[in-house]
C-alpha cells in the first residue's frame, strides 16, 4: 500500500542513510568538519520503524560562529542536521533552560560516525559541567514565566471563556510541571513522549502534579470545572513546593 509521509524503514536501512549523508556532509564541508554524530532515538536504539534521523555536524571554529540545521523529508523519510561550529554546541550543552530535561539529551550520548578527536566526550563533559544553582536559575524561571502565567490565564478562562482552551493549558501546566521535576531532580526524560510518565516516577514531585498529568496522559480533558480544580491545586502545590525548597516565584514589588 502506498503511504504519504513516513514509510516503514528498517534500522539497518536508516543507519544506512545516516553514513550516506555523512559522506555527503564531508563532501560539502570536508576539512572544516570536526565531528559528525546521529543523536535521538537512533542514537538510543528506540528507534521504530518510522523515527526520523537526527544528526550533528560539527564544524571547528573559524572566523565566525555556525548555527543552523538542514531538515528535509526525502519521502518515505524524514531528516535533520544540526550543522554547528565547536564552541557553539558547547556553550549550548553547558546551559540549563526550562526545557533541558527535554532537550539535552542529545548531549550526553551519540552514536559517533566520525570524530577522530575525540570531540563527543568533550561535549558530554560540557553538558555535565553545570552547578546546582544553574538548576534554580532555571526552575525559578519556568516558577515566573511559564506556571505563573498559566494559572493567570486559566483563571481569565474560568472568568470570560472561552473553555475550548482549557485543554491546551492543562497540557502545558502539566508538561511544564515536568520539566520543574525533572529540573528539581537533573533528570533527563528518554523521549517526548516519557516526559509525564517518567515525571511521576521521580521523587520530589509538588502536590497536585500528579492529577494533572494523569488526567493529561488519560485525555480526562472535557470537563472545565475538573481542569480549572486540578490545576488550581497543583499552583498551590507549586507554591508549597518553591517555598519548601527556596525557589522563588515572588519577589519585591520591582527588583530593579
Given amino acids: 500500500m502506498h503511504m504519504n509521509g513516513p514509510e516503514h524503514t528498517s534500522r539497518d536501512e536508516r543507519l544506512r542513510t545516516c553514513h550516506e549523508i555523512a559522506s555527503r556532509l564531508h563532501d560539502v564541508y570536508g576539512e572544516q568538519i570536526l565531528a559528525i554524530g546521529v543523536y535521538g532515538s537512533v542514537s538510543r536504539g528506540t528507534d521504530g520503524p518510522f523515527s526520523d534521523i537526527e544528526m550533528f555536524c560539527v564544524l571547528r ?10 531538515e528535509w523529508s526525502a519521502g518515505p523519510w524524514k531528516a535533520e542536521v544540526d550543522v554547528c561550529s565547536q564552541d557553539v554546541l558547547l556553550a549550548t550543552a553547558s546551559t540549563v533552560e526550562g526545557t533541558w530535561p527535554l532537550t539535552h539529551g542529545p548531549f550526553f550520548s551519540q552514536l559517533s560516525l566520525y570524530d577522530p578527536k575525540g570531540f563527543f566526550p568533550k561535549l558530554k563533559e560540557a ?23 498559566f494559572v493567570g490565564k486559566i483563571r481569565n478562562v474560568r472568568l470570560n471563556g472561552p473553555h475550548t482552551y482549557l485543554p491546551y493549558l492543562a497540557v502545558e501546566f502539566a508538561q511544564y510541571g515536568a520539566m520543574l521535576v525533572g529540573l528539581h531532580n537533573q533528570k533527563l526524560f528518554s523521549t517526548g513522549s516519557m ?6 516516577e521521580l521523587p520530589g514531585r509538588p502536590e497536585g502534579f500528579d492529577h494533572v498529568a494523569r488526567m493529561v496522559m488519560s485525555g480526562e ?8 480544580s486540578a490545576c488550581e491545586n497543583f499552583w498551590v502545590g507549586l507554591v508549597n513546593w518553591a517555598a519548601e525548597h527556596d525557589y522563588t516565584i515572588r519577589t519585591k514589588r520591582i527588583p530593579f
Fill in 195 to 200: 516526559v509525564l510518565p517518567e515525571a511521576l
Fill in 127 to 149: 553538558a555535565e559541567s553545570p552547578t546546582k544553582e544553574d538548576f534554580r536559575r532555571a526552575i525559578d524561571e519556568v516558577l515566573v514565566g511559564e506556571m505563573y502565567e
Fill in 221 to 228: 480533558l472535557t470537563e472545565p470545572s475538573k481542569i480549572v
Fill in 61 to 70: 571554529e573559524s572566523s565566525g560562529s555556525v548555527d543552523f540545521s538542514y
